[in-house]
């Protein structure tokens, strides 16, 4: 039972980011963000009870379909699904808290949509289009599949290093665990906001549970270094290839990131 | 009307596409027939591949990855293809796969190779189950990706 209600919290809030991240609107999305790093907070909480009570968990999920036609047809789905998830919940004050919060995000999606008049959603068209950019087909090809290959990879780094976080006793690796799944978050924003503007917005796969239940840290952490290198350079190669000064600074300034990851990993080496 | 080689390497394009946005068959099946694991001992990268048969006919396939997203599309448009099939059928597809593969570019070969390794496992375990050997079946691939490890190993 509590790891369905880990697993429906882990929907609820992916639901919440991919919402977020289809919708044009730019106040809205923000807003929608917010909430869905609020519901993440809940994931760690419920994690962390789970660990204490030592509960086996897993990050298991369905295959979910997140494609909505417009902003009212998405605000409507995450009502229903935040109302959902309450007959999964157990009456402890950490679930009164969560319940909390999430009557604000039904009472605050259920004002806009009162209030805002209703938009298509164009993230899952296909169209595989930048706006206002005018890329070849081999640009768009080179975008498309850094893009997918990326935005899994953050994804993963967010739920391996959240999980890592979660049982580890040592203060300063549990802080550069946190310092690498908020530079994770930061790129998972930024390329599925690309993702949705190209019309090719998808929800990553589920990780394999050992991707994240591992023996040997030193291990994962040589692995992820080696990784943040191959992505540096997948960054500089597609900043060459994309020639747009704007997309070209942008892959050259997560390049620049990748170093950063690489000294915080090589600082996590020292504590294990 | 019928279509244009343009159009039809753009349809092609969306299809591919299709599938990497919703994988089909991505998961796991728990009452599995048999289960391989294909596997590329270089990078640890590896496609693990369930199937469920009935009188000699594929009736569901499911498969989970460790690997790129290549390897994911590859996986989803190849258990499309064979599931439903009878495993005689199923494995003839198979050898035509590996065909194609041969002159793939280099850096889809390892990814095809490790989803169709994975099939071939999963049938080496569905095959041995019948006489209880329930071992993991695992086969690694022989071609790689193309890294700079490996060109400068070359």
């Known amino acids: 039972m509590q790891n369905k209600i880990f697993q429906i919290k882990h929907e609820l809030w992916l639901e919440m980011l991919f919402g977020s991240f289809s919708i044009k609107d730019e106040k809205l999305y923000h807003k929608l963000y917010d909430f869905s790093s609020i519901l993440f907070r809940h994931l760690e909480w419920i994690g962390r009870d789970l660990v204490e009570k030592k509960i086996v968990f897993n990050y298991d999920k369905n295959n979910l379909n997140i494609e909505t036609k417009d902003n009212h047809e998405l605000f409507a789905k995450l009502i229903k699904l935040l109302k959902d998830s309450r007959k999964y919940y157990e009456n402890t004050p950490l679930f009164q808290r ?4 999430e009557e604000f995000f039904i009472s605050e999606l259920t004002q806009y949509l009162a209030t805002h008049p209703n938009e298509p959603i164009t993230a899952y068209d296909k169209r595989r289009e930048y706006p206002n950019k ?5 640009q768009k090809d080179a975008l498309t599949l850094f893009l997918f290959e990326e935005n899994y990879k953050e994804y993963e780094l967010i739920l391996v290093y959240t999980y890592s976080n979660l049982f580890t006793d040592n203060k300063n690796l549990s802080n550069i665990f946190k310092i690498l799944v908020d530079e994770s978050q930061f790129h998972l924003k930024s390329f599925s906001r690309m993702l949705s503007l190209m019309g090719i917005l998808s929800t990553p796969r589920t990780l394999m549970k050992q991707i994240y239940r591992f023996g040997d840290m030193k291990q994962f952490l040589l692995d992820g270094i080696k990784e943040e290198e191959a992505a540096k350079e997948e960054c500089l190669r597609l900043a060459r290839e994309i020639e747009d000064e704007e997309l070209s600074s942008f892959f050259s300034f997560i390049n620049f990131q990748e170093n950063y990851h690489i000294d915080l ?4 080496l020292k504590e294990v | 009307m019928e279509q244009t080689k343009e159009q039809k390497r753009e349809a092609l394009k969306d299809e591919y596409i299709d599938h990497m946005m919703n994988p089909r068959n991505y998961g796991v099946i728990e009452n599995y027939s048999g289960k391989g694991v294909g596997n590329n001992p270089n990078n640890n990268e590896m496609v693990e591949m369930y199937i469920s048969v009935e009188k000699e006919v594929l009736m569901n396939l499911k498969y989970q990855a460790i690997g790129c997203t290549t390897t994911v599309a590859g996986a989803s448009i190849f258990t499309d293809m064979i599931c439903g099939e009878t495993l005689e059928e199923a494995v003839s597809v198979t050898k035509q796969v590996l065909k194609k593969l041969e002159t ?7 990814c095809g190779e490790m989803v169709v390794m994975s099939f071939l496992a999963s049938l080496k375990n569905y095959e041995n189950r019948k006489t209880g050997d329930e071992k ?8 790689d990706c193309p890294t700079e490890e490996l060109e400068d190993a070359k």
Do not use: G, H, T, W
């Open chain 1, 134 to 138: 005018n890329l070849s087909q081999p």
């Open chain 1, 265 to 268: 990993m090589q600082e996590a």
């Open chain 2, 136 to 143: 993991e079946c695992k086969m690694n691939i022989v071609n």
């Open chain 2, 104 to 110: 793939a570019p280099e850096e889809d070969r390892a």
């Open chain 1, 98 to 101: 969560i319940i909390n919060d």
